[in-house]
């Protein structure tokens, strides 16, 4: 059985794959191969995966990118998430924290916005790259609070991190474990979270929902999901669910996954499909209404 990650070894996608291709294994009494396929933000792991047919030996463990923005940011992706490919299950879920400098003036959301409203543009934030989770959440959020950002691109959470510390960039969306460290040393801090729920790694930051006039169901998170090629038995499909289900209980692997920024998210393949299908919609109007803009 081999399971293609979009991400080279050592990233978070890999590290989760490879968490839960280990119990995976003893569950089913067979090997199972974790293959990295680097490449276009996930997407040519999920061509792999499709390219060697769904005879029940390949499968997928990919972020939401390839399975939901992929389609509008690549003209000649090759294959449709909805019928080329058959959900498994979500594994874990992450949200993204609003990160400032800790000498920046404002000390909460509301104050950012304010901020924000007094001078268009003036404030700007990191990401790690156009289309990106975190420069889409952070148009989301501008679009919801009714400011203008300015967008400046980087390749990593780490540049992102730096450039605020530096005084080049004045915010970033970002992973809460990417921010953590420098909050804890107290040269950043965390405005607000964008899931629904408080996030168990950072559990006092307050979520933005609903925070400063924001919508009450405002939120945005990424996720890591387990996949297979349309067509796949779907007896094999219920199996590899209901392990995949166990295996997410385990207290050990549940820390792990939170000590790396993700909670644990079990769940039917129907719950997957609808995530894809609810995500697909409100990355689409995002990219449509930075793409107008611009």
Do not use: C
């Not at 975190?134 to 390749?155: K, M, N, R, S, W």
């Not at 219920?238 to 792990?256: A, H, M, S």
């Amino acid at each position: 059985m081999h399971i293609f990650v979009g991400f080279p070894a050592g990233s978070s996608p890999d590290t989760i794959a490879r968490l839960v291709a280990e119990p995976l294994a003893k569950a089913l009494g067979q090997p199972v191969v974790v293959e990295n396929r680097p490449g276009a933000g996930g997407v040519i792991a999920v061509q792999q995966m499709l390219a060697r047919g769904s005879a029940g030996d390949s499968f997928g463990i990919n972020i939401n990118g390839p399975l939901t923005t992929a389609q509008r940011l690549i003209p000649d992706l090759g294959y449709d998430p909805v019928t080329d490919i058959a959900p498994v299950g979500l594994i874990a879920t992450s949200p993204l924290v609003l990160a400032v400098a800790a000498e920046f003036p404002a000390d909460d959301l509301a104050a950012f916005i304010d901020a924000a409203r007094a001078e268009p543009e003036a404030i700007s934030y990191g990401s790690v790259g156009e289309g990106s989770g975190a420069h889409l959440t952070a148009e989301l959020f501008a679009d919801a609070a009714g400011v203008e950002l300015f967008h400046i691109p980087f390749q990593s959470y780490a540049e992102v991190t730096t450039s605020i510390l530096g005084g080049e960039i004045d915010s970033g969306f970002m992973a809460p474990s990417a921010a953590l460290p420098q909050v804890e040393a107290g040269t950043m801090k965390m405005l607000g979270v964008t899931s629904a729920e408080p996030f168990a790694q950072v559990p006092d930051v307050p979520v933005m929902a609903g925070q400063a006039g924001l919508p009450e169901d405002f939120r945005a998170e990424l996720w890591n999901a387990f996949i297979a090629p349309a067509g796949t038995d779907p007896a094999i499909l219920d199996r590899l669910n209901t392990e995949l289900n166990q295996i997410l209980k385990d207290d050990e692997v549940r820390e792990r996954l939170l000590a790396m920024g993700w909670q644990a998210q079990a769940g039917t393949p129907g719950d997957l499909a609808q995530r894809i299908g609810e995500d697909t919609a409100l990355w689409g109007g995002v990219i449509d209404a930075t793409q107008a803009a611009d």
